[in-house]
Structures are given as structure tokens and as C-alpha cells.
């Protein structure tokens, strides 16, 4: 093992050398060193983003030390952005750290293009307008580069015991989202080398240790067999077929302790559910990047595409998707454990080899070479071809522009919900529109809570939300904040964000969409779409 494999050993199993190779190429801005912001990075940092970037214009106060942990007494008075990067820089030398002393809406001024060389631009402690301006940039960018290079936009911030997280990226696709298991056994419907193998058991003339050890895959497939020849062909729909399937395996055990047959019974409820292309799937086949490729298009609309096409072609798929080719562990001799998995392996195989054809097809027709996807890349995608997943994020201006009320209104008919906390922190945005500060910001922070009050109220109003929704005790706790950040709450946020960050990155696990609320002071988090 190499000194890189064995630093990072235990992430490349979460999201192997694909995942670190896109993580190690990422470059992530931050715009102001905010504790929230640092602690983001620092999760970005240790396990080895490419590059990352801190604009800020300000210097290191007092109260900074005080709420950031990479800050000192010795940074009193000097750029809160060459600090932090300097500080954060300690952590793993792979991460190669930049800083600019700058105003991000100055610099915007004066590079237009500034964000275009960046992965993730993350804001934190920007006002409302700024933060949806830098927002629109991203997602415009997005739009325009068809999906090929999108700048996923984050929003995070804290104040007091509040924590908040906005995610927006126009498209994000993910291949692998990580399923509990991928196994696909197709008991209900065998194909002839599958069919075939069961058949090599002899049930009644094994001795007891090698009967003890037939695949429990073997033996629902014999007596799956055994049901649809006496019913017509078809598989056990009702529970009371179900239960009469288990009879029958139970009536082939020699004693009880056949442990390879109560796996088989442990399995007989799912694998009496019909093999069938899951109806998320079908969705994807029918949504417009499929029937508009183009050159430009992304390569999981091509894979989509292909996969359409293997899919309707039933005299190779059978009406179904690709096998996965995997095979959960099982009581089993080594020699016919092997045997069946490799079975499974070979008609995965051969499935993939289809949709590899059927795939260059589909690129020479939009013009690209037939063999601009791996296929390395198409066997991975048959294998999760039954949890292809895409997330689409509402930009973060039609949140404010077409707010969803109905939603909004459930969310706030619970009492015990931290969504409230969402229309505090709104409100407090609204309330730095009037006085161009937030509240709290001064000596005699209780003059705020009436005008906070009538934010809250104007904001519930335009819901349609009866203003008694938001008590006057959650006002006056905000106000009392006065936007001060607590660092355990820094960084318990930062854990959060930093994690839906590396999803976003690896484009591995599926993250959340699309904002994520944290009360500190009854410790409950929920996550809610805008």
C-alpha cells in the first residue's frame, strides 16, 4: 500500500479512488472566514481537496478570536483571510490553500469570470441580496454550460444556537448513490444459464453435508420451480402464496438445523416481488435531457439513453434493466458459491458489453466518438442502474420570488418543528433591509424585538400563515444572539455541510435537497425543500 492510499485508506472505502481522484481535483471558495465557513473547509481539508480559496475583506477582531478556532491573539488586526488559509494550510499539505483580501462583491466588479475556476462557491456571514446575487451567478453558469461544468452553490451560516445550510445546484446526477445492497438474484424470472445451475443439485441423493450447503439461491429457484408449474407459471402474489411457498421449501428441509434453507425462507418475501424496471427509472427515460441530446450533453443522459434503448429491446433484456452481477454471501462449499457467482458476473458482463454497443450508437448520433465512455464507466452504470438518481435544486431566487406556502404552512402547523427557525433567520434579513444591520447588533438589543416582531409578521402574512406561528419568546431569543456565533454549533454545522459537499463532489451518495435547519437549543434538525 502506498503512503497516499494508506493516508486516506479509510475514506477511499466510502467512496473509493474515483470519489478521492474528483475530491482531489475540486477547488472550493469560501467567501468570508466566518467559524461556520473554517469549519466547513477543515472537513474539506483533512481528507484532501485540491485547492481552496478565502476571500475576505475584513481583519481579525477580538470577538473572532473568541468564536473561530483558527485564529489567535497573534491574529488580532490582521487579514481574517490570510489567517485562516495560513492556519487551515496546516492541516494536510495536499490541500493547496489561497487567500485574497478583497470584498467579494469588488472583486465581482472587477472579474466578472472570477467564479467560473471553482467547484463550489460557499458564502457565510453575506447578507440576503448578496448571497442571491453570487447565487445567480453559479446557477446561470450552470445553465449555460449544459450541465458540463456547473458551480454548485452553498449558503451556511450560524447565529446563536441557529444553524442554516442552502444547497443549489442546477442538475446533480449520481450514478453511485449507495444502496444497502445492489443484489439482484431474479428468482422470479431466471435467465437459461441461472435456470440451468440449480438444476446440477440433486436434492435427494446428497449426502447431509453437502445438502446442507446447496445455495439458498438454488434452492428458492427449485421449489419457485416447483410452484409455477403447478400454478400456472406464475410467481406467489398474495401473502397467503407467499406463506404456502415457504411450506413447500420447509416440506424439502431434512432437519431443522438446514441453516442454507431458513435463508432461503428469510428470503421468499422478496424474492416473490416481480423483477420490473423501478418506476423512477422509467421517469428518467422519458425526462427531456433523453430526448434532446446533443454533443454538449452530459454522459449520464447518454448512459440514460442507451440504457432506454437496451430496455425496450426485450429479445436481449427481457423488458429488464442490466444485472447488477451481485450476490449476497450465503452457506455455501467454495466451488459452487464461486460457480453461481460467477454466473451472475458473466451475465452482468454480457449485459454491460449490450449497453456499451447500444451506447456508441447513441454518441455517433449526437456526433461524438463511439468510444468517449469508458467502459469501465457503463459496466458501473449498469450496476447501479436500478438507483440512478438526479436532484434538481430550486435557485435559491425562485425560493424567494415563488415561495412553496402550502409547504411552508405544514411545516409551521408543528408546533415542535425547527422550521421557525427558518422564518427568523428570513426575517432577520428583512430587518438588516430596514436598519442595515441585524438585530441585536447593539448595546440595547430589546428596542429590536418589536421591529423583528413586525418582520416576522409581514413574512408570515405573505405565506398566508397566521402571524401567532412564530411566538414572541423565539423574537426575543434571536434578538439576543445579536448574529453572535457559538463555535459547537460552528462546528457541528460544519460537519453537516461538509459532508453534502463531498456528495456533491464525488457525486456519490444522494444529498440532501435542499436546505438544512439546526436548533441548538432543543437539538433537532430537519431538512426541508424551498
Known sequence: MDAKTQKYDRQLRLWGGNGQEALESAHILLVNASPVGCEVLKNLILPGIGQFTIVDAGTVALHDVGSNFFFDLESVGKSRAEKACEFLSELNEDAKGHWIKNDISTLL????????????????????????????????????????????????????????ARIVTPEHTIVETHPDSVADLRIDSPFPELD?????????TQDNLEFGHIPYVAILLKFMDQWKKEHN?????????????????????????????????SSVLRSCQATVVPSSIKDLFSDPEVENLTAESIDFWVLVKALKEFVADTSKSAGLLPLSGTIPDMKAQTDSYVKL????????????????????????????????????????????SAFLKVV???????????????????????PDSVFVQY????????????????????????????????????????????????????????????????????????????????????????????????????????????
Open 341 to 384: 457467482q460467477s454466473i451472475y458476473k458473466a451475465k452482468a458482463k454480457q449485459d454491460a458489453q449490450v449497453v456499451a454497443e447500444i451506447t456508441g450508437r447513441v454518441l455517433e448520433k449526437i456526433g461524438r466518438p463511439k468510444n468517449s465512455i469508458a467502459f469501465v464507466d457503463i459496466e458501473a452504470f449498469c450496476k447501479f
Open 109 to 164: 466588479k472587477e472579474k466578472p469570470d472570477f467564479l467560473d475556476q471553482f467547484t463550489i462557491v460557499m458564502v457565510s456571514e453575506v447578507t440576503q441580496e448578496l448571497a442571491t446575487k453570487i447565487a445567480k451567478i453559479c446557477w446561470d453558469h450552470g445553465k449555460t454550460t449544459q450541465a458540463k461544468k456547473q458551480i454548485s452553490f452553498v449558503w451556511v451560516r450560524t447565529v446563536g444556537l441557529i444553524g442554516a
Open 392 to 414: 434538481r435544486h430550486r435557485s435559491l431566487e425562485s425560493e424567494y420570488v415563488e415561495p412553496k406556502t402550502e409547504q411552508i404552512a405544514l411545516h409551521l402547523a408543528d
Open 423 to 530: 422564518v427568523l433567520l428570513r426575517a432577520s434579513d428583512a430587518f438588516y433591509g430596514d436598519h442595515g444591520r441585524y438585530p441585536g447588533e447593539n448595546e440595547s438589543w430589546e428596542e429590536d424585538v418589536e421591529h423583528l416582531q413586525g418582520n416576522v409578521a409581514t413574512l408570515l402574512e405573505s405565506w398566508g400563515v397566521d402571524k401567532e406561528a412564530v411566538s414572541p419568546e423565539r423574537v426575543h431569543e434571536i434578538c439576543r444572539y445579536g448574529m453572535g456565533a457559538i463555535h459547537n454549533i460552528a462546528s457541528l454545522m460544519g460537519g453537516v455541510v461538509s459532508q453534502e459537499i463531498i456528495k456533491v463532489i464525488t457525486r456519490q451518495y444522494v444529498p440532501m435537497n435542499n436546505t438544512v435547519l439546526f436548533d441548538g437549543a432543543a437539538s433537532v434538525t430537519g431538512v426541508f425543500e424551498l
Open 233 to 265: 407459471g406464475q410467481t406467489p402474489s398474495t401473502y397467503a402464496e407467499k406463506n404456502q411457498l415457504k411450506a413447500l421449501i420447509r416440506s424439502g428441509m431434512r432437519s431443522a438445523d438446514d441453516e442454507n434453507f431458513e435463508e432461503a425462507l
Open 196 to 204: 440451468a445451475y440449480w438444476r446440477t443439485f440433486d436434492f435427494d
